[in-house]
């Protein structure tokens, strides 16, 4: 050493180094060569004095604790520890004094290093300024009662007082590596576990408390504020710098606002935490300026997840987070969550909404006092703006509420040509062409399996000059307005026109009862119809008499189509219409002043007390016509008063006959039918169909140029007017069963001849009419007013008896014979 000395004093003189800079270099390496051997000293001792450094280790680290600390081996490991002396602890295992109850270890770690002050060391004292934790578990565990395996850290009755008593008064430095850190609060259900791979911390103290930097990379398997909902950042990787701050006198411990990354998402989160009360109270506020809604959604609780989920969206929003609540407090804290969505694309469970922009918040507590709980929970959407299948829609509230049982609630309004509904219901049911609609609604819906069910609405949906083809039944309507009232339980239909070809019809109506029925059993609703027409063409409308026609959709329908919705109501629900027509048409027949009472039900039409003034008379008329296809039954009550025949018949084409017509027939008639049949969904009548009963009575009556008669005429009264004969009052009955016509035994008395008719007719093969004909001509009885006597005179002389029957070529004959021929 000596010769190393010299040579150093002839090498500084070499170099020229001043005399105080070798004084100064000595003095450093005196020091130097100082604490190496001070080292030296210290590694010598400490490992020949292994158990007595061990438990001096252990009995100050127990000296703070209410319980046990097991150090399984101790070594020296100096150089991590510079300038400080660093001893490592192996299997080191912190238990409470009711360990042996429930078996929860606070701390199991495999190696512990600490620091230790060097010349405290030397003293025979522990002072520790940094631990570092390794391959580990700590376990903090509260029971049902309340009871804390962290009571290992209240001051031992036995602790000295004084600078001796504390474990850890001075900690400098805190560093994790690879530790299962653990919080399981079963009274207050909370559990909070995480995976730290890395925790490196580092402690100034203040006057006030003190400061810590602390930066963090760790897995969060559980962050549940109730066990019973679920965790929030589950399964998601948390890194990044904390700078925190502790106030001693105050007890608040504040998290300044950091950068935190959590499942790859940037994050600036901060809080405050009141560790001196007894609930623990914290505020923790989140912020992220861009993230994806369903991200965001993932990093909450699995019951507030499942709510969110409903709705999607294609770019990312800005969101903030704050949650408040107390450690210490049972059950979930306040969670409030802050949307601002602009121009993004919105997926619903009801359909996609484009340029959307709303403001929207979730709360936990959407009544003050009722608590944080599902029930009181609620999603709010503000300034809804957006296009949804194209249609401008505009709400200005709506909330989700009572997330257990949802309930959405809100407003709905919205401008837009009616042609744009083609997106919400197909074509094959109504065809929409031109129009304008604006709607202006409050609703209120239940949620279930995250769609919308059964919707209440209230408010106005009005439409103006539209042209509606219902396809079903081949109508077409051209400029409609309507108005429809959405009250609390009923809809009211006003302002109605129609415009169909040549027909307008004025219509009010409405349904009692309708979104109930609607939504229970559609086959109970009943719309009413206060329906005036000016000028109504029944052949316009003939789609009503056949069975509804639409195809059955052949590919999915999207979300928010809302075809087959309407084709159930369209094709259930019953019309009960009160009907006033000043004009009727229908082909040849014209009538005046209609009414009728009108009940359209899935099985066909009902008609009450319909009437209308014709021909100069009345018809009433009471039926029902089934609808089941192309050709449809029908039952028909009908009292015809007064009504010229020409016009009646000229009106109904002859009923189908073929050798009688309207231009032979003169007078007016007066008749009752009881009537079925068959008439096509284009409403003619189907030929041998009818059946039933007919009577009739005829005033006035003449017949001209009928020529069955004409025939015989010409040859039996050669001298009367056969083409132009008068009847006084003529009345008969008739039974009709399909083609034929059963004539009861009926008298007709006339100007040129008198008859007794009866048999059958044929609208086929099969006629068979049996005529008596007195001679006698009539007109030789014209000044006699006594009946009897009338009577008497009327088969004097010569009886032609005759039947009407059917030649070779379908034709009606009369030939000599009668009925007992």
Known sequence: MKERITAFKKFATTLNIPRWARWVFRGVLVIF????????????????????????????????????????????????????????????MLKDSLYHNHGKMLLKAGSLDVSVNALALMRGTIEIKKIAIANAAVNLFTDTTGYSNASVFKKNKNAKE??????????????????????????????????????????????????????LNTLANSMAFSTRKGS???GKRIEGKFDISFNEGTGILIVDRNRLDIGGEEFYI????KTASPDADFAINIENNSILWKNAGDLLSPNITSRLQMFDMKKPIAVKCDIVGGFNVKGDPLIRVNAEVKDNTLDTPGGVVENCSFFGVFTNEHIGGKGYTDANSAIKLYNFKGDYSGIPIVMNKVFILDLENPVAVGDFSSKFQIEKLKALIDDDLLKFSKGTANVKLDFRADIVDFKLSKPYVKGLVEVKDADVRYVPRKLDFKGVSVGLNFTKDDLFISKIILKSGKSVVNMEGSIKNFLNLYYTDPQKIVLTWDIHSPQLHLGEFMGFLGSRQRKLPTVKKSKGNITEDLDILFDK?????????DKLYYNKFYASDAKADLLLTDAGVVVKNAGLKHAGGSLVINGFLAQSGKVNR????????????????????NFGMETLGSKNLKGFISSKANISGSMTDAGAIVPKSMNGTMSFALKKGRLLDFEPL????????????????????????????GEKVTIHPMKINSSVINMDIEGVY??????????????????????????????????????????????????????LGGKKD
Request: no cysteine; hydrophobic share 40%; glycine share 10%.
């Open 762 to 815: 044929s609208f086929g093969n099969g006629t068979a009419i049996y005529v008596d004909v007195p001679l006698r001509n009539p007109k030789r009885d014209e000044g006699i007013t006594d009946k009897k006597e009338l009577e008497k005179r009327r088969n004097r002389g010569i009886v032609l008896h005759l039947k009407a029957v059917d030649d070779k070529d379908g034709k009606v004959k009369v030939k």
């Open 710 to 737: 004409r025939s015989v005429g010409k040859l039996a009264f050669p001298n009367r007017d056969i083409d132009n004969i008068e009847f006084s009052d003529l009345g008969g009955r008739f039974d009709v069963k």
């Open 634 to 653: 029908y039952n028909l009550d009908a009292v015809i008063s007064n009504v010229d025949i020409n016009k009646f018949f000229y009106a109904f084409n």
């Open 270 to 273: 901060g809080a405050n935490i």
């Open 573 to 581: 629900s019953n019309v009960d219409m009160k009907l006033r027509v």
């Open 162 to 215: 004084g600078g001796g008593g504390g474990s850890f008064p001075e900690l400098r430095k805190l560093d994790l590596d690879n530790v299962n850190f653990v919080i399981d609060n079963q009274k207050m259900g909370k559990l909070y576990s995480f995976s730290v791979d890395e925790l490196d911390g580092s402690i100034d103290y203040t006057d006030e408390g003190w400061e810590a930097g602390i930066r």
């Open 232 to 234: 929030f950042v589950k």
């Open 33 to 92: 060569l100082f604490m190496i051997v001070a080292y030296v000293s210290l590694a010598w001792y400490i490992n020949t004095h292994k158990e007595e450094v061990l438990a001096s280790v252990t009995k100050e680290l127990n000296e703070g604790i209410s319980g046990s600390l097991e150090i399984g081996d101790m070594e020296p490991t100096f150089l991590q520890g510079f300038p400080r002396v660093a001893l490592r602890l192996e299997n080191v």
